[in-house]
């Protein structure tokens, strides 16, 4: 039983295993060219999301359809420019992620830190979102496509509140401070209710600094 969960894990999870079936020969890179532009018309599930994060009062510039290379192609996406908070790190994204990705920060990150740690949320630290690059974390899938290689994935490394502390995954998920570990794990479980997958470092070494939040597989939530 134990290795049937095992397999679902590192079939499901975005960073420690991939978003395909099929191993992927060579390295896993962009293409040295540059990306190639992809023309053609917008499908109407995205333009819904477009139409979302404008209902919504998100700023954000829609991008290209991009194909980088080794199968790294980021359709839909768009760059967020303002949600309320400032975001580190963020690159491009599928708009499905943005749209799950501020209504997370919003409605669930935002207010646990007001009501658990008794401060205002000022900024969110992220290690990205988009990078073609193969699955880390388990030799099993190490040929494998990412989510991050899809634009389809965001790394959440820790938070800044309004009267200076820093909460970090790192330190921060198994810290002493029981309010630290109820905002955490509060935050955590919120995600697991948007996004298709989530790992903490709970899951393996690879995520022991930041929470994984993607859109590929799922629902899998460690």
């Not at 049937?4 to 499901?12: K, W």
């Not at 690059?133 to 994935?153: D, F, P, V």
Request: charged share 20%; hydrophobic share 35%; proline share 7%.
């Amino acid at each position: 039983m134990r290795m049937g969960l095992l397999a679902i894990a590192l079939l499901l999870s975005g960073c420690a295993s991939g978003d395909g079936d099929t191993p992927r020969p060579g390295p896993i890179r962009e293409r040295p060219g540059g990306p190639i532009t992809l023309n053609g018309p917008t499908p109407r599930d995205t333009q819904q999301c477009f139409a979302d994060l404008s209902r919504e009062q998100i700023r954000y510039s829609p991008l290209p359809d991009r194909d980088f290379g080794s199968g790294c192609i980021v359709t839909g996406a768009v760059q967020l420019l303002d949600i309320g908070v400032p975001v580190s790190g963020l690159k491009s994204m599928r708009c499905p992620l943005a749209r799950a990705f501020t209504g997370w920060v919003r409605f669930a990150v935002a207010p646990a830190a007001r009501q658990i740690l008794g401060s205002d949320l000022v900024r969110i630290e992220s290690f990205g979102t988009y990078a073609c690059r193969a699955i880390i974390g388990s030799a099993a899938s190490s040929n494998r496509m990412s989510e991050h290689g899809l634009g389809n994935a965001v790394d959440v490394g820790g938070f800044v509140l309004a009267d200076g502390r820093k909460v970090r995954i790192e330190g921060g998920w198994r810290s002493d401070d029981p309010k630290v570990q109820a905002f955490l794990q509060t935050i955590h479980k919120s995600a697991c209710k948007r996004f298709k997958t989530v790992l903490s470092p709970d899951y393996n070494a690879a995520h022991y600094n930041h929470l994984h939040l993607d859109m590929g597989r799922g629902p899998f939530c460690a």
